[in-house]
């Protein structure tokens, strides 16, 4: 009898460790999963942020960087509308001196589309502004960006306040 008891025990034994290691495994791989899920997730951070910064990093000419700048604060809460869109174009034109205004308008949008943040692309482009351009020029960069933007209607609070920190940053 005791023979039989000693099995029993062993094959207990056996059998509550076997369920406790299997817990103990399935919790680790859950703790992985995690943890490889959040690594994931902060590597396509770092990735947008990087491509984001592509974007916007690859203007070097100031009149495209401005067109981009009335873009997205034109378009910060809704889509640019038409008035928008021909108080652009005719600042590219007779303002800027843009020659392929369809082309540059699309590159605008779509670098928009990449980098909607109007005060993100302000501050990656007022170094570009600051070193090209003289304070009259830079009081006429103010000044279209806000003439685009109030185009659709009037300024809004958030299209405001990107036009505000515009000036601090190109200290107008």
Known sequence: MH???????????????????RSAGETVGEIADVAGRAHGAYKRRQFRKRADASTISSIDD????????AAAVASCENDMT??????LRQAMRNVLGIENIDEELTF??????????PNNISMR??????????????????????????????LSPVQTEAIERLKTRLAV
């Open 3 to 21: 023979v039989l008891l000693t099995i029993l025990g062993i094959v207990g034994a056996f059998s509550y460790y076997w369920f406790v290691v």
């Open 125 to 154: 482009l007022h170094r570009l502004w600051t070193s090209s351009l003289n304070m009259d020029e830079r009081q006429e960069l103010v000044d279209l960006v806000s003439n685009v933007a109030a185009a659709g209607g009037g």
């Open 62 to 69: 100031p009149r495209v960087a401005a067109i981009v700048m």
């Open 108 to 117: 605008a949008k779509w670098a928009v589309r990449e980098v909607s943040d």
């Open 82 to 87: 038409a008035d928008q869109d021909t108080v």
